[in-house]
């Protein structure tokens, strides 16, 4: 029959979990807040426009960076390569519904994001 660990050893296994979260905190491929804050703001209509679409292709357009440059130190993530691939198509759509309905700020958020086309 297995015995149950002593009790130090339980606490010992926590005290060095609770050591490696501090040192080694967890990594996030999302944006930050000032990072979020500062795509938003040159493509907002008013003070808590999140929802309009040159908005939303500002938004993806800095995870897009982001995402980017974690992959050229991580060439073998395929799973973030994937969300990448994802992300790009969800702008193209955007950006070709913005197309359709106004051409204009199509045209305007195109240059502000210095995106090809």
């Known amino acids: 029959m297995v015995s149950s660990p002593p009790k130090e050893f339980l606490s010992y296994k926590k005290l060095i979990t609770i050591t ?35 908005v939303q292709v500002a938004i993806m357009t800095a995870r897009i960076k982001d995402i980017t440059s974690h992959l050229e130190t991580h060439p073998k993530d395929i799973h973030s390569r994937r969300g990448l691939l994802l992300l790009v198509g969800k702008r193209r759509r ?24």
């Open 20 to 54: 490696l979260r501090i040192i080694c905190p967890p990594i996030t491929m999302s944006l930050t807040v000032a990072a979020k804050k500062t795509a938003i703001k040159d493509f907002v209509r008013n003070a808590k426009d999140t929802g309009s679409p040159e």
């Open 94 to 117: 955007l950006l070709n519904y913005l197309k359709r309905k106004d051409e204009k700020l199509y045209t305007t958020t195109i240059e502000k994001l210095d995106l090809r086309k």
